[in-house]
């Protein structure tokens, strides 16, 4: 049922270390006010703070932490996940879960989060979304596409992760007013692209050390 589950800033809801800890299966709901924590460690069963499987929901204002993928959002389409605060379990860079992921999945508006040390955030055979105003740090990715068509890249702020933004196989991106610094992996990439067409890049900041 689209139920509304509002916790005021006042509510925990912990999975006990097994398993995501909401797996929302429906359309037109709204999770907000929430603190979810202590997901499972499976990359299998892709353990998250939310799992996403329907449209129209509207994920904001929660605070993720120790879980091993934030939002997982699998074929779910037009949903909103706005200014949460994710993090991910203290493991090593590579063993951490996305913060968002989103997979078969079209028209989402992803904006004005806060990322602390996961892994990457990632779009795979996605098109059509907005991700804009997020901020994310101590992670792999700042952005990572691949077959993912007709994106609106906005006004985030990627500082000190391995990588900025890298896309390959994808067309039709638009990148405007990015501020990416600091990358500090081997590669060092601020923007990167491959077998990609069609950009527009217009007033993004990469800065190196």
């Known amino acids: 049922k689209p139920l509304t589950i509002d916790g005021r800033g006042k509510v925990t809801i912990d999975a006990g270390g097994k398993g995501s800890v909401i797996v929302l299966d429906t359309d037109g709901a709204t999770l907000k006010g929430l ?3 202590n997901s499972g460690e499976s990359h299998n069963d892709l353990d998250s703070g939310v799992q996403v499987r329907g449209r129209f929901n509207v994920i904001k204002d929660n605070v993720v932490d120790n879980t091993l993928f934030g939002f997982d959002l699998q074929q779910s389409d037009n949903n909103i996940v706005r200014r949460n605060h ?3 379990k203290p493991l090593e860079l590579g ?3 996305d913060a968002i992921r989103l997979w078969y999945s079209f028209n989402n508006k992803i904006t004005d989060n806060v990322i602390s040390n996961s892994r990457d955030l990632v779009v ?3 098109a059509d979304n907005v991700i804009a105003r997020n901020r994310s ?3 792999r990715y700042s952005l990572h596409f691949m077959y993912s068509n007709r994106n609106e890249i906005l006004d985030n702020h990627f ?3 391995q990588v900025g933004i890298f896309v390959m196989y994808s067309n039709g991106m638009v990148f405007t ?7 500090a992996g081997a590669l060092g990439v601020g923007i990167g692209f491959k077998e990609s067409s069609n950009l527009l890049l217009e007033d993004n900041q990469v800065l190196y050390t």
């Open 35 to 37: 603190h979810l924590t």
């Open 86 to 88: 994710i993090s991910s």
């Open 95 to 97: 063993l951490r879960g």
């Open 124 to 126: 795979w055979y996605s």
């Open 137 to 139: 740090s101590g992670g």
């Open 159 to 161: 500082v000190g992760n």
């Open 177 to 183: 007013n990015n501020f990416i610094a600091h990358a």
